[in-house]
């Protein structure tokens, strides 16, 4: 997702998604889960929810997600969604908000393979937008236009503030389903996270962090 073609449908979404096109949704169809609950790992079911984090395990081999840090925004018996916060673009953000962003130069993050040229927002804040989503604490979704639109303009910090183009979603049972088979290790909740100085590390910092935990 480089250049100036996908700018431009980036730009374009951040407006249809005033308008719900670009709305979360439960993934169905070819993704939806086969496994029920009870075929489950004990403890699955519990170790997820909304604010965890997501360590993808060296094993996994599906290229959206190899290699990622995934943070939970929702987790239901309906499905999970989640943003992919250590992929960041090239894409800048003045490129997606031209008028409200024009010397910007942090980057939109790539937060997953659902809805790619939606945009939404991390926001970790004591004073959230009202058409906000609160996640764990004081971190929130935002997916709304005006209030992503105020963010920007009025040059809402980076390490407080990030956005995203797409999303990751799983149908019913799916997340469970793959924790137990050990594509993904389960982390507490930390908001900071999504704010980390140097995504492009993360994964490799905290896939050896858990490791280590795992061999004591």
Sequence with gaps: MTGVGSGVRLRRASIALAAGVCA???LSGDRAATASAAQLRPGALRELAAGKVLIASRALGDPNFVQTVVLLAEHSDQGSMGLVINRRSEIPVSTVFPHLARTWKAAVFIGGPV???????????TTPPDESRRIVEDL?????????????KR???LTH???????????AAQLERETAQGAWHVLSSDPSI???ADPATLWDREIRRTEARLAD
């Design 24 to 26: 979360l949704v439960w």
């Design 115 to 125: 809805a790619p040229t939606g945009i939404l927002a991390l926001l970790r804040s």
């Design 155 to 157: 040059g809402a910090g």
């Design 194 to 196: 999504a704010f980390d």
């Design 161 to 171: 503030f990030r956005l995203y183009a797409g999303y990751a979603g799983w149908g």
């Design 140 to 152: 929130y979704v935002v997916t709304a236009r005006d209030p992503l639109e105020s963010l920007v």
